[in-house]
């Protein structure tokens, strides 16, 4: 399997504690579709104050909110166009459906915003180094970091399931794993619109008035926390 080179060091993620991984996530390959609504678990379809008010904002911010959930440009501004959203689900299978139109060099630069999934505070020092050596190995061979979204799982699995996926997915073939890659990208980015939707509002009556939206503001969302 072809290596790729490392990518130089970013700035600090636009995302950031959130905990990744819906139930029945890395399935494989994603195939077709699901039908009907996307939903996360934990989370009551309807139309909150987050949804009102991500409905109310200006293109550029709404967009600028997006891109905190998922790197791709054209995915923000898909999400943001089709505003406004009736309900929650309707907001989550629109965004489910833009990440499975991504083309491959949406898909690239998706990916190159992602930053290695992490373990909390507390973790084991030796499942840290042994996942930060998997991280650099998984990073040479793909040229991008290991995505994976594991929400529903509690703090104390996420150590074996990282360290777990990450030697698994090691194995696959390049075209394979970008495809999982881009199905737990898919999640991730479900699961922080739907965190989104719940800070939104404490998020913009915290902003500075007539300022807009900084990353600063988004201390929010990260792969793993």
């Not at 029945?24 to 939903?39: C, D, L, V, Y």
């Not at 703090?155 to 090691?170: N, S, T, V, Y």
């Not at 509002?201 to 600063?216: I, K, V």
Request: hydrophobic share 40%; net charge neutral.
């Amino acid at each position: 399997m072809a290596a790729h080179p490392r990518r130089a060091p970013r700035s600090p993620p636009l995302s950031s504690h959130l905990p990744a991984q819906a139930p029945g996530g890395e399935r494989g390959t994603p195939g077709a579709k699901p039908g009907g609504r996307s939903t996360v678990p934990g989370r009551a379809p309807g139309h909150g104050p987050g949804l009102t008010r991500f409905n109310a904002l200006s293109h550029e911010d709404a967009h600028a909110i997006l891109l905190h959930c998922c790197g791709s440009r054209r995915w923000a501004h898909r999400v943001a166009t089709h505003r406004p959203y009736p309900d929650a689900p309707s907001l989550l299978a629109a965004a489910d459906e833009a990440s499975y139109d991504l083309s491959q060099a949406d898909l690239t630069e998706a990916l190159s915003g992602e930053f290695p999934a992490e373990l909390g505070r507390g973790a084991p020092y030796a499942a840290l180094l042994a996942l930060d050596a998997a991280h650099a190995q998984y990073e040479r061979t793909f040229g991008h970091a290991f995505v994976i979204c594991l929400a529903g799982h509690p703090p104390e699995e996420r150590a074996d399931q990282l360290l777990g996926a990450i030697r698994r997915r090691m194995t696959h073939e390049i075209d394979e794993e970008r495809a999982i890659s881009a199905d737990e990208l898919r999640r991730l980015a479900q699961a922080r619109l739907a965190d989104l939707m719940d800070r939104l509002p404490r998020l913009l009556d915290r902003a500075a008035p007539g300022n807009g939206l900084f990353a600063a503001d988004f201390g929010l969302f990260s792969p793993v926390g």
